[in-house]
């Protein structure tokens, strides 16, 4: 779905350095989260925001934050990346009165 | 306290057979249950979901069970096609107002000409 894009789609970067993952979408939901996609584990929830002014601690937010600059903005950064933070990340958003979820590519990060 | 168990973490069928994945949850506040599916090297997405009220929806050739006592619902796919090999997931909401969703662990489906 091209209405949410993730920036970068795939990311190298060496352990104790900080990065950020960033996430727009142009749906017009208010509704935005953060997941973590790792092999036989599922998608599990990092951090999610029902609007600008809230933020949410999801089941594994240890070593992440977030910032939801604007409506449409919500950035997950690593303020300093260790190897088991290699995994694959999705940003998700929705809306209004639906339930539906809709996800932006995923960003692949690997932690050497 | 949310937790989903899927079931199986893999299966394999042949084309034309049917093919069953079932979740169990464990809040009994969740009403809501959708299913997603995630072809190689692409994003999750919504192929069908149910809320508490109903105990089956069905979508052409996807169907998802209910059963609210049991604490558990399950994704039916028939005469499945190769293009029906991918992982889906099960989630459900814990009773949270358009909220949070927990994921089961996945299950990759192949599906053999």
């Known amino acids: 779905d091209a209405d949410v894009t993730q920036t970068p789609r795939n990311r190298i970067t060496k352990t104790g350095k900080r990065i950020m993952l960033e996430c727009s979408q142009t749906?017009?939901?208010?509704?935005m989260y953060w997941y973590r996609q790792d092999p036989g584990l599922g998608l599990r929830l990092i951090y999610y925001?029902?609007?600008?002014?809230?933020?949410n601690k999801g089941e594994i937010s240890d070593g992440y934050s977030v910032s939801r600059q604007a409506q449409a903005k919500f950035s997950l950064s690593l303020e300093s990346a260790i190897p088991n933070q290699t995994a694959l990340y999705f940003c998700?958003?929705?809306?209004?009165?639906?339930?539906?979820?809709?996800f932006g590519p995923g960003t692949r990060l690997t932690v050497t | 306290g949310e937790n989903v168990e899927q079931h199986p973490s893999t299966l394999s069928v042949q084309e034309g057979d049917s093919a069953v994945i079932k979740c169990t949850y464990s809040?009994?506040?969740?009403?809501?249950f959708p299913w997603y599916k995630q072809e190689l090297g692409k994003r999750p997405q919504l192929i069908i979901d149910?809320?508490?009220?109903?105990g089956e929806k069905k979508d052409q050739r996807i169907a998802v069970t209910l059963n609210k006592t049991a604490k558990h619902f399950s994704l039916h796919i028939t005469e499945t096609q190769p293009e029906d090999s991918a992982v889906y997931f099960c989630?459900?909401?814990?009773?949270?107002?358009?909220?949070?969703?927990?994921f089961g662990q996945g299950t990759i489906l192949t599906v053999h000409p």
């Open positions: 925001s029902f609007d600008v002014k809230d933020i």
């Open positions: 149910i809320r508490s009220n109903v």
């Open positions: 998700a958003t929705s809306g209004g009165g639906a339930y539906e979820q809709y």
């Open positions: 749906k017009g939901h208010d509704r």
């Open positions: 989630a459900e909401n814990g009773g949270t107002s358009y909220g949070k969703l927990t």
């Open positions: 809040d009994s506040a969740s009403n809501y």
